[in-house]
């Protein structure tokens, strides 16, 4: 009883009893070297402090206790009524369906009373474990989920103001793996799972269903697969063997590992007895039959001999390579350069240094890039400000261009009216020169013939006159047309260079 108290007393404070970091192994070093320059003396009466470990059995039960579960194994292994077994109570799980798209895991917790005891007991089920195609789906979120426990636990103890003596500890303290009772050898699955939890939490297997399966299958099986588990350097929790009290149960126990189990919360009566039970119409499996299940060895190994050492391996063995893990990655480290010892202040102060260094070298980084870069664009600028500029200079020269065959064009044409008006002028005294030419021959006629076929001469002489006329005024048509002609070329001339004016210079 003391030392069981003693071991509750050292993990109460958080003092690791047996790791294998090596900070821990400095301070085991430091305590003893402490104790060596200690002196022992003998009291001469009763003091009193022979009652702590009272005191902490008192303080432990007011504070009650905490244990988390994680069960591993696929939909319908029997997960939830070996739980429902094992602490005897109905905890109302709902059935899981075959058809998840990923493995979620599902933690609840209840409150349990045993006498004066208090047990706050974590149940976390994997829903949908082993339904995937791809396995690597199946077991990361478990990982991840462990992982999440200790990130949340090294927060609050990484606060300033931390309370650790209320907070709810998720941390895994055991992972039941449940095992198909196939007779055959491991899954895949099954061997990725355990490998990459091991470091992380104490697994227990259990092979499931253990009633499904021959006495003497069952014994080959269970070789087979502790062989499997040691061949693939699956390391599996081993009941401790250090404590003499228990040492001898745990030490056989160890040779019985995996338990191979049976669940049920059905009660049939054997004997005058009511027994929980499994019932065939061959026969009864009895749960708590040890010739039938290793159900009992598996609760007395658990909950009655172990539950505190697997609380006690959660926190000095797995939660403290978590934690050395994190913090060297965060750059902490209990030795410096030439292996002086480093304190956390020290550690902190190089890590800033040396961060402050790294973020002078990339802000110069930085700037020099970014000069680069401006020159580099300043140089594509001024490329193609020179292509414009070149643009632009020929655009000039074709305007000019035109501007003097249109210069042109407005020369030759003002010379074609002009040449246009003398012919015009030209036609009209011509004209009026026949006008007067056919007024004297008339009376030139009249005068010779005087004669009575005045009429007829007077006829003749109309018509003529008239084909004058009419010859002087299609001639006169013919010239008018053509100065229009002329006119509406020099319009759209000078339309089309009012529409593409030149540029100024
Ligand atoms: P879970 O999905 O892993 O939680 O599986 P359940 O506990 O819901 O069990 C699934 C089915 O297996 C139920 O019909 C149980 O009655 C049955 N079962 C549970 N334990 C055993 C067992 O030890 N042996 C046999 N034969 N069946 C079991």
Redesign the pocket.
């Known amino acids: 009883m003391t030392s069981e108290v003693a071991r509750h007393l050292l993990f109460q404070s958080h003092m690791p009893t047996k790791t294998t970091c090596p900070s821990s192994q400095v301070s085991d070093d430091e305590q003893k070297q402490k104790r060596e320059n200690t002196r022992s003396l003998t009291m001469s009466g009763h003091v009193g402090f022979e009652s702590l470990p009272d005191q902490l059995v008192n303080r432990s039960i007011q504070q009650g206790f905490c244990f988390n579960i994680l069960?591993v194994?696929?939909?319908?292994?029997?997960?939830?009524?070996?739980i429902d077994t094992l602490f005897n109570t109905n905890f109302a799980?709902h059935?899981?369906s075959h058809f998840f798209p990923h493995v979620r895991l599902k933690a609840q917790t209840y409150e349990l009373h045993e006498s004066n005891v208090r047990l706050k007991l974590t149940i976390v089920?994997t829903v949908g474990f082993g339904d995937q195609i791809n396995k690597e789906e199946s077991y990361q979120p478990v990982v991840d989920y462990i992982d999440a426990q200790f990130e949340a636990y090294l927060q609050e103890e990484l606060k300033i103001k931390r309370s650790l003596f209320n907070y709810h500890d998720s941390r895994i303290h055991v992972c039941l793996y449940?095992i198909s009772p196939t007779g055959h050898s491991l899954k895949t699955l099954d061997l990725l799972t355990m490998k990459s939890l091991d470091s992380k939490v104490n697994i227990i297997p259990v092979i499931?269903?253990?009633?499904?399966i021959s006495k003497a299958e069952l014994q080959k099986f269970k070789i087979k697969l502790m062989s499997e588990l040691v061949s693939s350097g699956v390391q599996i929790y081993q009941f401790p063997t250090d404590d003499e009290t228990i040492a001898k149960i745990n030490a056989s126990m160890n040779g019985h590992l995996p338990f191979a189990?049976?669940?049920?919360m059905d009660e049939v009566k054997i004997g005058n007895k009511m027994v929980k039970a499994?019932q065939y119409p061959w026969g009864v499996?009895q749960v708590e039959n040890e010739n039938h299940?290793d159900f009992v060895k598996l609760r007395e190994m658990l909950i009655c001999t172990n539950m505190e050492d697997l609380r006690e391996q959660t926190h000095t063995r797995h939660y403290e390579l978590y934690r050395r893990c994190k913090l060297e990655e965060m750059g902490f480290t209990d030795v410096g350069p030439e292996n002086k010892p480093l304190s956390l202040q020290e550690t902190y102060e190089a890590k800033r240094h040396e961060f402050y260094g790294e973020r002078q070298r990339k802000e110069e980084e930085m700037k020099q890039m970014f000069v680069q870069r401006v020159k580099e664009k300043e140089a594509i600028l001024k490329e193609a400000e020179r292509e414009l500029q070149a643009k632009f200079e020929h655009l000039k020269r074709v305007h000019q261009e035109e501007r003097m065959k249109l210069e042109e064009k407005r020369r030759l044409l003002e010379e074609e009216i002009i040449a246009f008006s003398k012919k015009k002028a030209t036609s009209e005294i011509y004209q009026n020169q026949s006008y007067m030419a056919s007024g004297s021959n008339l009376k030139k006629d009249k005068d010779r013939k005087k004669i009575s076929n005045a009429q007829v001469l007077e006829g003749g002489s109309k018509r003529a006159s008239e084909s004058m006329r009419a010859g002087s005024l299609v001639y006169r048509a013919q010239l008018e047309g053509e100065s229009r002609r002329a006119r509406e070329s020099l319009r759209a001339g000078s339309l089309s260079y009012r529409a593409h004016p030149l540029p100024q210079h």
């Open positions: 069960c194994g696929e939909t319908g292994i029997g997960k939830s009524t070996l799980d059935e899981s089920n449940f499931a269903k253990a009633d499904i189990v049976v669940g049920s499994r499996v299940s």
